[in-house]
């Protein structure tokens, strides 16, 4: 039997009776080619085409990809004819209902999760499959970053706050200590710049003092991750013993089920709608998988353009230091 007849039927796990089957996910080729244009037309047939797409959404991407198993269409034919009403009804049959994880790996969709603590963000990235950034406590002050309070009586809360203004009045001491340290035993190059000295010293104090930023300091990260790693994400975070991590998790799932912000036009307010949306649950999908956003495909060489940077707001940031 052949790699390709092999995957025809395939018997239901939970089903008693093996002779029960469920239907393959066949798609049948049955649509009519475009025409093909004056460039494909002069290009030799057996020419690798390769090229980049741009502006799907990840379920449909992932639905088109998929065809690759079932169907000879070229992407740029499986793209035009695909809607997203279809890719969502294909997840809901394929991936929820019969269990084929491995679809889920060719929908990866990009997050930007900004003002978190550090404690949230080692239990975000704690993933096998995992692909982001996150602030470095080594090249950045944190000492504006602000910090997480979670939800305690109001002695607590003060014993609470009291710790973190010293951990922070610990973490600016050793900083500005190191500094002068290295800025004594180490001689400015007569050939490098004044800001680039102070930087390259700077990164090496915050790298001592860092081990004194408490877990609640925020940072911010990004990442960019396959539906099936996100399933699992959130439905970890979800079961944390924390707050603010059962929190994150909710905040993920809604964001994943509502547009985002694009990289090309600025939203109409001067909050980013990744952000925005978190705060809608009505807006929410039961799959979050399967985002709403609704641009065409495009195939271009060339990259996209830089994202504008989002006003970032500072809550429970530290009194300056005396």
């Given at each position: 039997?052949?790699?390709?007849?092999?995957?025809?039927?395939?018997?239901?796990?939970?089903?008693?009776?093996?002779?029960?089957?469920?239907?393959?996910?066949?798609?049948?080729?049955?649509?009519?080619?475009?025409?093909?244009?004056?460039?494909?037309?002069?290009?030799?047939?057996?020419?690798?085409?390769?090229?980049?797409?741009q502006?799907?959404?990840?379920?449909?991407?992932?639905?088109?990809?998929?065809?690759?198993?079932?169907?000879?269409?070229?992407?740029?034919?499986?793209?035009?004819?695909?809607?997203?009403?279809?890719?969502?009804?294909f997840?809901?049959?394929?991936?929820?209902?019969?269990?084929?994880?491995?679809?889920?790996d060719?929908?990866?969709?990009?997050?930007?999760?900004?003002?978190?603590?550090?404690?949230?963000?080692?239990?975000?990235?704690?993933?096998?499959?995992?692909d982001?950034?996150?602030?470095?406590?080594?090249?950045?002050?944190?000492?504006?970053?602000?910090?997480?309070?979670?939800?305690l009586?109001?002695?607590?809360?003060?014993?609470?706050t009291?710790?973190?203004?010293?951990?922070?009045?610990?973490?600016?001491?050793?900083?500005?200590?190191?500094l002068?340290?290295?800025?004594?035993?180490?001689?400015?190059?007569?050939?490098?710049?004044?800001?680039?000295?102070?930087?390259?010293?700077?990164?090496?104090?915050?790298?001592?003092?860092?081990?004194?930023?408490?877990?609640?300091?925020?940072?911010?990260?990004?990442q960019?991750?396959?539906?099936?790693?996100?399933?699992?994400?959130?439905?970890?975070?979800?079961?944390?013993?924390?707050?603010?991590?059962?929190?994150?998790?909710?905040?993920?799932?809604?964001?994943?089920?509502?547009?985002?912000?694009?990289?090309?036009?600025?939203?109409?307010?001067?909050a980013?709608?990744?952000?925005?949306?978190?705060?809608?649950?009505?807006?929410?999908?039961?799959?979050?998988c399967?985002?709403?956003s609704?641009?065409?495909?495009?195939?271009?060489?060339?990259?996209?353009?830089?994202?504008?940077?989002?006003?970032?707001?500072?809550?429970?940031?530290?009194?300056?230091?005396?």
């Open positions: 039997m052949t790699d390709a007849s092999a995957h025809r039927l395939h018997l239901m796990p939970q089903a008693s009776n093996l002779g029960m089957l469920y239907p393959c996910w066949d798609m049948p080729d049955t649509q009519t080619a475009p025409a093909p244009t004056a460039a494909s037309a002069n290009a030799a047939p057996s020419e690798t085409d390769v090229y980049a797409i502006g799907a959404d990840p379920e449909v991407l992932a639905y088109a990809m998929a065809k690759y198993s079932r169907s000879s269409l070229s992407m740029r034919e499986s793209l035009s004819e695909i809607s997203s009403q279809r890719a969502e009804q997840l809901n049959t394929f991936y929820f209902q019969y269990g084929h994880r491995s679809i889920a060719l929908a990866h969709i990009p997050f930007a999760i900004e003002r978190l603590s550090l404690l949230a963000a080692i239990a975000l990235v704690d993933e096998t499959r995992w982001g950034q996150e602030r470095s406590t080594r090249y950045q002050n944190f000492r504006k970053s602000g910090w997480y309070t979670p939800a009586p109001p002695a607590q809360s003060a014993s609470f009291a710790s973190i203004e010293a951990l922070f009045a610990g973490y600016d001491k050793v900083g500005a200590g190191m002068d340290a290295l800025k004594a035993a180490i001689p400015q190059p007569a050939e490098m710049k004044d800001d680039a000295y102070v930087r390259t010293l700077k990164a090496r104090a915050f790298d001592v003092a860092r081990y004194l930023l408490p877990l609640a300091t925020n940072t911010s990260l990004g960019i991750v396959s539906a099936r790693t996100l399933e699992n994400q959130i439905s970890r975070l979800l079961s944390s013993e924390f707050a603010e991590v059962r929190a994150l998790g909710e905040k993920l799932k809604i964001a994943a089920a509502t547009p985002g912000t694009s990289s090309t036009t600025p939203p109409a307010s001067s980013p709608r990744s952000v925005r949306s978190t705060t809608n649950a009505a807006a929410a999908s039961p799959n979050p399967c985002a709403r609704r641009p065409r495909p495009r195939w271009s060489s060339t990259p996209r353009p830089a994202s504008s940077p989002s006003p970032r707001a500072q809550s429970s940031a530290p009194p300056p230091p005396s």
